[in-house]
């Protein structure tokens, strides 16, 4: 029993793998062939605009299309993939029925996801390189990193709203697997965290 249970899982992460490979040959090939079509801003998308409900997504979504979040810090004039892209997440999904929601990130901060679907989030809100799965990409081996806050009296009001700003900034950018250490500076005296 033991040998078949596990070749039954071999075989469905094969599978899923196969599907992983698939979009990622698509994708490499997008990059040589500009797309046909710029496709809709999540954000843009509407129920109204043709959405139906798929008991597999819980949701109404667009199986004939794939909707993008745009960064507010993408260039101006992002690589889009192109139309083969579509059609690859398309069929993973008629071939796969177990596999559900698809996507694509950019290094320039571009999202693509199959199916399309209604968000009513801001529109340049989501940057994908600050999610996990970006992160992990990007940087897979585990960081040390200490963050040092200063509390004396020269961090005004705005000083310290910045500073913590950027604290939660290098904090999202982190993977699960990074070391934090922090060490907050009051009057010349050091604390750790």
Request: contains cysteine; charged residues 25%.
């Amino acid at each position: 029993m033991i040998p078949n249970l596990a070749a039954s899982v071999s075989n469905k992460f094969k599978e899923r793998f196969q599907v992983v490979q698939k979009l990622k040959e698509a994708v490499e090939k997008s990059w040589e062939t500009p797309p046909g079509t710029t496709p809709t801003e999540c954000c843009q998308v509407k129920y109204s605009s043709g959405l139906e409900y798929d008991s597999r997504f819980r949701s109404k979504v667009g199986l004939s299309s794939i909707c993008v979040k745009i960064s507010k810090n993408a260039p101006s004039n992002p690589i889009h993939v192109a139309d083969a892209v579509k059609e690859a997440l398309k069929t993973n999904s008629r071939d796969n029925p177990v596999i559900k929601w698809q996507y694509f990130a950019s290094e320039q901060g571009v999202y693509w996801n199959y199916p399309a679907f209604e968000d009513k989030a801001d529109c340049r809100a989501y940057d994908p390189r600050f999610r996990p799965f970006s992160v992990e990409t990007a940087t897979p081996e585990p960081k040390d990193v200490v963050l040092v806050i200063d509390h004396s009296g020269s961090m005004n009001p705005s000083r310290m709203t910045a500073t913590k700003e950027a604290a939660k900034t290098v904090l999202n950018t982190m993977n699960p697997r990074d070391r934090v250490s922090f060490l907050s500076f009051l009057r010349n005296q050091s604390i750790g965290i």
